[in-house]
């Protein structure tokens, strides 16, 4: 290919559509056919990041190798295309603003009056166009955000027009809808997507290809209406119906021919044929499989599950890979109590702590822990859920009965868990945590060597306050097992506990790393210990 080609995927009727779930799948099938494909998200919020949103404004922050908080769709787009994701891959409205006004202050603008156009749009082209730079990806797909109409997204759109004339035949446009199906009289209705189309051609951008969302299937004739309507071709209208998975969309999107499609009108001629045979076996494990196991995870978030997105999924690969569905039972924190825990975990077979912050629900979870430890179930604790395990065995088998975190509780008189002095000054939320990927060195002989299999791993993370060392000797004696430290600073990573099956914490995050291609070894070997606990 001569250069690189930039397809965007738009929005309308209605949000949580999917575009996510169609960017990567079209970026899975071109990727499949030999092309280097990357995958942006801009979003319209104001926040520089989504690291400061609460989980239940916005589902779980992921964090690249690389330090960026970002939006979960980024996980979809590396679960995908088992390639990692960057700081340039997701762009906010705040990121602009603020690189404008810094250009603003610093006089780049050379005293001119700084406007929504050209300037802030001149940023979103910049932004967009960043992946493309030096032919290091065939194909560049980006989200937008939001839905068509909406007062954020405007620039956006607007930045999308001004580039269809820039890059002309380098330049694509998908749009997705809602084809809602009024059960009443029995048909799919194609006015919203009309009116969806209608309002992004007032924009001035007409889209190439139009993908509808539907719970039943198109027939030809609404095909046709759309396409007349719409001003597309009729191979141009693409169906998406519900899938049991996300994971088998990419299979729905090759059987509608979308890449073929999108590959005929930017001009790309291949002889290949999209490649997807571990994918298609992956599927048919996950649809076929009968074994099942009862995994609990336990957090403060649950009630909306797009808060451990990542987590949800990596259970999902390491459950194929074990040849079983994993049953995960959502459970709140702050509804476990010491009289409660046996009839709330009694039928669980294995137990996951999950990541957060703050204090609430924090006492369940030490309470989820003891029960775990006691009747040797196994455990993993990810990130707090680590800091909780730390925090349990010092109260429960230490005897330092207010043992806590100083997130928690400032005042406690052994804090286990604690800030680092670099930390402590610290008055800004965002972007100041340890973030990103951090190397940690794996001793022999323990449980975390025998998962991981090598000495130096490099796992991402997202969090503030750290074991306190000068508690180490106190634990390891009493047979806790620091197996993971970070060889710069001398951080505690990774703990588990002697004498128990399977009881291991981590204070990074490895869901964030487990792909359809790569599950993460971690959820591996915890999905198989909760499976030989199974009987």
Sequence with gaps: MSSTKYIFVTGGVTSSLGKGIISASLAKLL???????????LDPYINVDPGTLNPYEHGECFVTDDGAETDLDLGHYERFLNIPTSQANNVTTGKIYQTVIDKERRGDYLGKTVQVIPHITDEIKRRIKILGQNHQFDFVITEIGGTVGDIESTPYIEAVRQ???ELGNNCLV??????PYLSSTGELKTKPTQHSVKMLLEHGVQPDIIVCRTEHKINDDIRKKIALFCNVSKESVIEAIDAKSIYEVPLLMEKEKLDEVVLKKLNVHTNSKPELSNWKAFLNILYSTKNQVDIALVGKYVELKDSYKSIAEAFIHAGVKNNHKVNIHWIHSEMITKDNVQKLLGNIKGILVAPG???RGIEGKIIAIEYARKNKVPFLGICLGMQCAVIEFARNVLNYEDA???EMNPATTHPVIDLLESQKSINYLGGTMRLGAYPCE?????LAYKIYNQKLIYERHRHRYEFNNEYRDVFEKNGVVFSGINPE???????????HPFFIGVQFHPEYKSTVENPHPLFIHFVKAAIDNNG
């Design 31 to 41: 990727q499949s056919r030999g092309f280097k494909v990357t995958i942006q998200k």
């Design 163 to 165: 580039l269809k004339w």
């Design 174 to 179: 998908i749009h997705l809808t809602l084809l």
């Design 357 to 359: 912050f703050g204090n």
């Design 404 to 406: 806590n975190s100083r």
């Design 442 to 446: 794996i001793k022999e002989n323990t």
């Design 489 to 499: 600073k001398d951080l505690v990573e990774i703990m588990e506990i002697k004498y």
